[in-house]
């Protein structure tokens, strides 16, 4: 049995699928070409990030296909009823990346806070030549203890970034359509735990009370934050987005940063990757990653092991 990764899988997931007797390939193969090397070779278990898409031409043409895998949560780049309809498989990794991009928003929210997005670039143009008016300009930081933290979309990855904010002493406010309570347990050192109950409340609410606010929903047709939402929003307040491209309105983002409403945001996630808008990138309110936010080693290996283990258990 074969299985193609086609955008790559750690050597954790290659080590337990070979184990299992899979052959695993993990050839980067051009989407026009995709279906040809399928049927060529025999491809079992197609395994895809957010490079590769699948459609209903490649499900159609490739009849030996028995499972899709999406190494990561949102599988907006797969035909999954269609896929499901024509009786394949289609599995991903909800749980493998949630803290990894919950750090992230932290690492960003902790700069942004204390300047360090624009420090880590003036330093060294200005650092030597004027370090005491660096000094002055960002010296007026603020702490996330004792603030508040707004979470839009409470599944695993909003429950995660939580659990790092009640570690950093913040008050959590949530909003999610589908969820009313989640009991968050955190976990620290020598088996020690704590256990938080979140009650949800509206979008208005969370939006008007919060300090800073992540936003964790999934790919949708309109914005999630747009005009409207930020106008609720506290002057200063300090956003994240690091869900997915589209679900907060980029120019108004730059609109509500200009009016002073919003001080300072961070965008792991575009609507236009992989070119993301020139405004944002010069804009020096923004901290910016290149959609990085599931990208650790540790994650990596998780969602290796785990898309592994789900297709041995599906094939056998």
């Not at 929003?233 to 956003?239: L, S």
């Given at each position: 049995m074969k299985v193609l990764?086609?955008?790559?899988?750690?050597?954790?997931?290659?080590?337990?699928?070979e184990k299992a007797?899979?052959?695993?390939?993990?050839?980067?193969?051009a989407q026009e070409q995709l279906i040809n090397y399928i049927n060529e070779k025999d491809i079992s278990v197609l395994l895809v990030r957010s490079a590769t898409t699948v459609r209903k031409d490649l499900i159609d043409a490739c009849p030996n296909l028995?499972?899709?895998?999406?190494?990561?949560?949102g599988m907006d780049n797969i035909d999954v009823e269609y896929a499901r309809e024509k009786g394949l498989s289609v599995i991903n990794t909800p749980a493998a990346s949630s803290h990894s991009v919950a750090e992230l928003v932290f690492g960003h929210l902790y700069g942004l806070a204390r300047f360090l997005h624009n420090s880590n670039r003036d330093m060294p143009l200005e650092g030597d030549s004027n370090f005491k008016g660096l000094?002055?300009?960002?010296?007026?930081?603020?702490?996330?203890?004792?603030?508040?933290?707004?979470?839009?979309?409470?599944?695993r990855i909003g429950q995660a970034t939580a659990k790092v904010a009640l570690g950093a002493g913040m008050k959590v406010v949530a909003f999610d359509p589908f969820l009313e309570t989640a009991n968050l347990e955190l976990d620290f050192f020598d088996g020690q735990k704590v256990n938080f109950e979140i009650k949800t409340i509206s979008k208005e609410d969370v939006l008007k009370q919060s300090d800073f606010i992540t936003l964790h929903v999934p790919a949708q047709k309109d914005y999630v934050i747009d005009e409207a939402e930020f106008n609720m929003?506290?002057?200063?307040?300090?956003?994240a987005n690091a869900a997915r491209g589209g679900v907060l309105n980029e120019v108004a983002l730059v609109k509500a940063i200009e009016n002073g409403k919003v001080a300072r945001a961070a965008l792991d996630v575009f609507e236009k990757e992989p070119k993301p808008e020139m405004q944002l990138l010069m804009n020096s309110a923004l901290s910016l990653t290149p959609h990085t936010g599931a990208a650790t080693n540790e994650a990596q290996d998780r969602i290796g092991t785990e898309l592994a283990s789900q297709i041995v258990n599906i094939l056998g």
């Open positions: 990764a086609n955008d790559g899988i750690s050597q954790s997931g290659i080590d337990a699928l007797g899979y052959e695993v390939s993990t050839t980067t193969v028995k499972i899709i895998g999406r190494g990561g949560v000094k002055k300009a960002y010296a007026k930081g603020t702490e996330l203890k004792g603030k508040t933290l707004g979470v839009l979309g409470f599944g929003m506290k002057d200063g307040v300090i956003i």
